[in-house]
RNA sequence: GACCCCAUCGUCUAGCCUGGUCUAGGACAAGAGCUUUUCAAGCUCUCGACACGGGUUCAAAUCCCGUUGGGGUCACCA
């Protein structure tokens, strides 16, 4: 049975990067039909905190990784302790005393030749005579993470560790430790890394790391795992939209990549996207309804639902994020809306009051106000002036939504209603 | 610096293992155009890569070696 983990430490939010890692971990574990283990490594007192632990467990879930187990590492203490002094009376590892009395446990390192068969990138060889002598239990009592790992892999009978690159040198290390205690080994798969634009490590400083700051940009949990799929595995069949249950049956570790890749905010918005324009309006619009009630857009216990839903529908085909409804379409909400500046110096600097009268009129004057009539009330006041469509349906669009860009003019009429369409018409009617 | 990893368009990648079908395919971005209404949507097109040098071979993006470049790790942090 494959059972493979995933080991955050809880001395920040849950990054790209960790994400990244458990994304694979818990592919692998369902297309092999195993058990995802998560352990907890709060072996570091001062730096670990509960907010940070509630924080991962949060997006985790977020992202859709349901964990089989649960352990802490902080609750298994006596666990390291037992194994650290079963190794120093075996005179495999010794005591040495700092200068105040306290007592720690070092593993002694001997010259061999280590090699690992890794799944990702093959033979891969040490020199443990480079490898000076590790420590095992700190003098403050508490385990290091190399050991507390072995440790716990070992006791939680996992027997593939996927983790990121930057791990590859604790492999030799930690199998030493493997053979010392007697336990058989696992295999190893490291993954690449993730950087920034900048070519160095994906920091705060080239962008946002943590997970839970995308759900707050408006990225859809399944268009960010899609990305962060892509961004080291690919089907092989050309396709970029790869939903997690696809991914399930195609992953091979073995074809996953051994080149870093560089996290590009561009594609991500374009996947994000891809799975908005299908997106269920529903689930939109829970994600909507605290960011529109925050601008006082609606109320949050008494708006109108149907009438939301339309709307998002009418945008979510060309949203990169979903919090850029709120924006785009601010003018449903407002009394007036905001007129950008340069739609305002581009569109409506000549006087148009003639035709935005006439056209107030034909509005008004419509057996029925639907998107069709609407249309074709336009199509006709433009052939009967003379001038052409586009001379006016910018200046309409600029006048009713103070942008020069959305959807189609006459959905957008028809959705802002006969009486709010004609008020911001005659807005720009000189007497 | 030592050790380890990596190397296909600006970016993500297919191809590499099992050399010939590769005048290297797709996607994002960028640029151009189309859409009798915009684009931040859609469609079409363009630009654009096998890091370099040696081998091996009839034949190398694919195999080997070296160089260069990039990254990672060298804590009683995880």
Request: overall charge neutral.
């Amino acid at each position: 049975m494959v059972r493979v983990r995933f080991a955050p430490s809880p001395t920040g939010n849950l990054h790209i990067g960790g994400g990244r890692t458990a994304l694979f971990n818990w592919l692998f574990a369902q297309s092999q039909k195993g058990k995802f283990v998560l352990r907890i490594e709060d072996t570091d007192k001062e730096r670990s905190k509960k907010e940070f632990v509630d924080e991962i467990l949060f997006s985790l879930k977020w992202l859709g990784f349901n964990w089989d187990e649960l352990y802490y590492q902080s609750e298994r203490f006596e666990r390291y302790r037992m194994h650290a002094e079963k190794l120093l009376k075996q005179g495999l590892a010794y005591i040495e005393k700092s200068p105040e009395g306290k007592e720690a446990i070092i593993f002694k390192v001997n010259p061999q030749k280590i090699s690992v068969n890794d799944l990702i990138r093959g033979k891969i060889e040490f020199d443990a005579s480079l490898i000076k002598d590790q420590v095992l239990i700190k003098s403050d009592g508490t385990p290091t993470y190399n050991f507390a790992c072995v440790v716990d892999d070992a006791e939680m009978n996992i027997t593939h560790i996927i983790r990121g690159d930057d791990h590859i040198s604790n492999t030799p290390k930690q199998m030493l430790f493997y053979s010392a205690l007697g336990f058989s080994l696992p295999e190893f798969a490291h993954l690449p890394l993730i950087m920034g634009v900048d070519g160095g490590r994906l920091s705060k400083r080239t962008g946002a790391t943590a997970i839970s700051d995308y759900r707050k940009m408006g990225y859809l949990s399944e268009a960010l795992l899609n990305y962060l799929l892509l961004l080291s595995w690919a089907p092989g069949d050309n396709r970029e939209v790869v939903n997690i249950s696809e991914a399930v049956k195609l992953f091979d570790i073995k074809n996953v990549n051994k080149t870093a890749a560089t996290f590009d905010l561009k594609k991500l918005d374009w996947m994000n996207n891809q799975y908005l324009k299908n997106a269920d309006p529903e689930k939109l619009a829970e994600e909507l309804i605290p960011l529109l009630a925050e601008r006082n857009y609606i109320n949050k216990d008494s708006y109108d639902r149907a009438y939301l839903l339309t709307l998002i529908k009418l945008f979510q085909a060309r949203l990169p994020r979903i919090n850029d409804f709120v924006d785009w379409a601010d003018f449903f909400f407002l009394d007036e809306p905001v007129i950008d500046a340069v739609a305002k110096e581009k569109y409506l600097v000549c006087d148009l009051s003639k035709e935005f009268k006439l056209f107030s009129e034909r509005l008004d004057n419509l057996a029925s106000f639907d998107v069709v009539n609407i249309e074709d009330s336009f199509r006709k006041l433009v052939s009967e002036l003379g001038i052409e469509a586009k001379k006016l349906i910018h200046p309409i669009r600029v006048a009713l939504t103070g942008k020069t860009v959305g959807p189609g003019l006459f959905e957008v009429i028809y959705y802002l209603g006969r009486d709010r369409s004609k008020a911001r018409l005659l807005k720009w009617v000189k007497k």
